[in-house]
């Protein structure tokens, strides 16, 4: 009976951590538009980086692997979430290797993720 218990403890624990990894998937910007609506991480290199202070929300865009206009998976930061970064995303994270967790969506047929806090976004 003690050897049964201990064995359901043990695949429960193997199952939360088998489910948690999962739900952080690491994949590549190439990789990014299949998982549209899912939870995932993007992991690549910052070949553009743009604050366009001029547009509507002052949005800054980290596109991964491919720089624009040819860019195939962005990190979005709205302006309003620019605050909560030390060092402007445009110039921290401009040329480097990150990944940025979140939930994938699409905006005109391009993969991206809102970026709302520093948190999702680590430096390699």
């Known amino acids: 009976m003690r050897k049964d218990a201990l064995t359901l403890v043990v695949?429960?624990?193997?199952?939360?951590?088998?489910?948690?990894?999962?739900?952080?998937?690491r994949i590549s910007p190439a990789?990014?538009?299949k998982?549209?609506?899912r939870?995932?991480?993007v992991c690549g290199l910052v070949a553009s980086a743009n604050y366009a202070?001029?547009?509507?929300?002052?949005?800054?865009?980290?596109?991964?692997d491919s720089p624009y206009p040819n860019h195939i998976f962005t990190a979005l930061i709205w302006g309003e979430n620019?605050?909560?970064?030390?060092?402007?995303?445009?110039?921290?994270?401009?040329?480097?290797?990150?990944c940025v967790k979140g939930i994938l969506?699409?905006?005109?047929?391009?993969p991206q993720i809102f970026v709302?806090?520093?948190?999702?976004?680590?430096?390699?």
């Open 116 to 124: 709302t806090s520093p948190s999702q976004i680590t430096a390699e």
């Open 53 to 64: 202070t001029q547009s509507q929300g002052q949005p800054t865009y980290l596109d991964l």
């Open 31 to 33: 990789e990014a538009a």
């Open 11 to 25: 695949f429960s624990i193997f199952l939360v951590l088998r489910v948690a990894l999962l739900a952080q998937e």
């Open 35 to 37: 998982y549209i609506g």
């Open 105 to 110: 969506s699409n905006s005109r047929g391009q």
């Open 39 to 41: 939870r995932a991480t």
């Open 82 to 98: 620019r605050d909560k970064f030390s060092t402007a995303p445009e110039k921290a994270y401009s040329g480097k290797r990150i």
